[in-house]
T-cell receptor, first 109, second 117 residues
Framework: SQKIEQNSEALNIQEGKTATLTCNYTNYSPAYLQWYRQDPGRGPVFLLLIRENEKEKRKERLKVTFDTTLKQSLFHITASQPADSATYLCGSGYSTLTFGKGTMLLVSP | GAVVSQHPSWVICKSGTSVKIECRSLDFQATTMFWYRQFPKQSLMLMATSNEGSKATYEQGVEKDKFLINHASLTLSTLTVTSAHPEDSSFYIC?????????????FGNGTRLTVT
């Protein structure tokens, strides 16, 4: 069955460093992947979309890559700040979106 | 733009009662809305796709008679949890796309925390 997986362990980094989160997919080839941010007790907020024919996408301090050979997308936050602390979700699909469990990022001052 | 409003943000009810959750698209029309459920530290699990003017499409394992969905207008979908039990306690979130493209991002409400005592 189609699976989308994220490292469910929390990622702890220091302010100013680059955070890298991983999203792996198995048993299918998504046409695109979407990344969302979710704060506790809130709904997710869309951040970036990357298509299968795009190697990289950037938006301000955010960068997403898509490697169809490794079946993986990486999500980077450069110059991380405590305000970036949240859970980041990776999702894909067509009419409906399926999400991974998300990775909690904790940026300490 | 593209705001989805969900109400109530939290609700506590007694076992056996029913609870209605509303999801509104405030500045766009949504022929389709999606209802998700999220347990602590778990992924968003799609429960059903709500279609304006027609029956909802439920995911496998979701009881349609327990989770009643009504999408009576292009801006409002409701989820009613009937005869709620403690195991229905969860975080329910609705979402919608502001365009018909599958690539269009989902706009989520802020969720409803349901606690059944």
């Amino acid at each position: 069955s189609q699976k989308i997986e994220q490292n469910s362990e929390a990622l702890n980094i220091q302010e100013g460093k680059t955070a890298t989160l991983t999203c792996n997919y198995t048993n299918y080839s998504p046409a695109y992947l979407q990344w969302y941010r979710q704060d506790p007790g809130r709904g997710p907020v869309f951040l970036l979309l990357i298509r299968e024919n795009e190697k990289e996408k950037r938006k301000e301090r955010l960068k997403v890559t898509f490697d169809t050979t490794l079946k993986q997308s990486l999500f980077h936050i450069t110059a991380s700040q405590p305000a970036d602390s949240a859970t980041y979700l990776c999702g894909s699909g067509y009419s409906t979106l399926t999400f991974g469990k998300g990775t909690m990022l904790l940026v300490s001052p | 733009g593209a705001v989805v409003s969900q109400h109530p943000s939290w609700v506590i009810c007694k076992s056996g009662t029913s609870v209605k959750i509303e999801c509104r698209s405030l500045d766009f029309q949504a022929t389709t809305m999606f209802w998700y459920r999220q347990f602590p530290k778990q992924s968003l699990m799609l429960m059903a796709t709500s279609n304006e003017g027609s029956k909802a499409t439920y995911e496998q394992g979701v009881e349609k008679d327990k989770f009643l969905i009504n999408h009576a207008s292009l801006t409002l979908s409701t989820l009613t949890v009937t005869s709620a039990h403690p195991e229905d306690s969860s975080f329910y979130i609705c979402s919608a796309r502001s365009t018909g493209s599958y690539e269009s991002p989902l706009h989520f409400g802020n969720g409803t925390r349901l606690t059944v005592t």
